[in-house]
């Protein structure tokens, strides 16, 4: 059984940083693809960056030289740190992971960025 916990989120205001986690497990996480996304109120989720089992990574062009995605195999948990963050950054951030052609979802995490 495949699961998924993020946490890390809360309210920063603009320019201020954030550090989200997700720890995985049901899954053979060394070999395993990892996203994270977030969907922001009237919209929908997108795609924010992902890493490979290889480390290769790939973020949106709107969190490029802000956003960091990594991975710890030891702890089976992916990272996200967020820096200089804006208002339009504000959304709730989902880990994902696919196993057998089924993507798997965290139960998300809130950032909330004020001005």
């Known amino acids: 059984q495949v699961q998924l916990v993020e946490s890390g989120g809360g309210l920063v205001q603009a320019g201020g940083s954030l550090r989200l986690s997700c720890a995985a497990s049901?899954?053979?996480?060394?070999?395993?693809?990892m996203g994270w996304y977030r969907q922001a109120p009237g919209k929908q989720r997108e795609l924010v960056a992902t890493i490979t089992a290889g480390g290769s990574t790939n973020y949106v062009d709107s969190v490029k030289g802000r956003f960091t995605i990594s991975r710890d195999n030891a702890k089976n948990t992916v990272y996200l740190q967020l820096n200089s963050l804006k208002p339009d950054d504000t959304a709730v951030y989902y880990c994902?992971?696919?196993?057998?052609?089924?993507?798997?979802w965290g139960q998300g995490t809130q950032v909330t960025v004020s001005s």
């Open positions: 049901g899954i053979i996480y060394s070999i395993s693809t």
């Open positions: 994902n992971t696919r196993k057998f052609s089924t993507d798997y």
